[in-house]
T-cell receptor
Framework: DTGVSQDPRHKITKRGQNVTFRCDPISEHNRLYWYRQTLGQGPEFLTYFQNEAQLEKSRLLSDRFSAERPKGSFSTLEIQRTEQGDSAMYLC?????????????FGEGSRLTVL | GENVEQHPSTLSVQEGDSAVIKCTYSDSASNYFPWYKQELGKRPQLIIDIRSNVGEKKDQRIAVTLNKTAKHFSLHITETQPEDSAVYFCAVIGGGGNKLTFGTGTQLKVEL
């Protein structure tokens, strides 16, 4: 499968613990996005990278959230000191700027449950 | 930032009928308007998109129309089938931006 892959698919953690999600984009895609989706809502933008540079972060992203894309390939999203309100599906998506279509290719998501 | 509103939140139609979902946006410089379909437990997938220099686009049973003056665009599905049942999201890329802002979604149910 050459699509966007995310790991883990499901994570259950206790409040206060740290969690990390990984995203492997489509190999030739230079843009990588993180979105959060809660039940009954549309995906909500968190941050995006072009190659290894983080170009934009949502104002909704608290200091407990950090994302990296060190070599311009895979990305990690870390949430420190998790809270129950962090429970959501975390979606990664990638795109190719040169394609000029704007289409985002989404992964299956990482579902976080904070107890 | 960009504000996208989507209506209705739920839509139930009989098989074979048409379905229409509407979205409005706030940024007049927005230039790209895709529609994504998300089946239960699955990833969102692009079904059709339109750019600001086009008023209408059609792909088999699916069409999208754009009214830039009124800042709204719509998804039209004709001859609906049970496999069209899913949540549909509109999205917008604002002027000068590089990220998609999504609507809140429409749960479409096609009944036999």
């Amino acid at each position: 499968d050459t699509g966007v892959s995310q790991d883990p698919r499901h994570k259950i953690t206790k409040r206060g613990q740290n969690v990390t999600f990984r995203c492997d984009p489509i190999s030739e895609h230079n843009r990588l996005y993180w979105y959060r989706q809660t039940l009954g809502q549309g995906p909500e933008f968190l941050t995006y990278f072009q190659n290894e540079a983080q170009l934009e972060k949502s104002r909704l992203l608290s200091d407990r959230f950090s994302a990296e894309r060190p070599k311009g390939s895979f990305s990690t999203l870390e949430i420190q000191r998790t809270e129950q309100g962090d429970s959501a599906m975390y979606l990664c998506a990638s795109s190719l700027v040169a394609a000029n279509t704007g289409e985002l290719f989404f992964g299956e998501g990482s579902r976080l449950t904070v107890l | 930032g960009e504000n996208v509103e989507q209506h209705p939140s739920t839509l139930s139609v009989q098989e074979g009928d048409s379905a229409v979902i509407k979205c409005t946006y706030s940024d007049s410089a927005s230039n790209y308007f895709p529609w994504y379909k998300q089946e239960l437990g699955k990833r969102p997938q692009l079904i059709i998109d339109i750019r600001s220099n086009v008023g209408e686009k059609k792909d088999q049973r699916i069409a999208v129309t754009l009214n830039k003056t009124a800042k709204h665009f719509s998804l039209h599905i004709t001859e609906t089938q049970p496999e069209d049942s899913a949540v549909y999201f509109c999205a917008v890329i604002g002027g000068g931006g590089n990220k998609l802002t999504f609507g809140t979604g429409t749960q479409l149910k096609v009944e036999l």
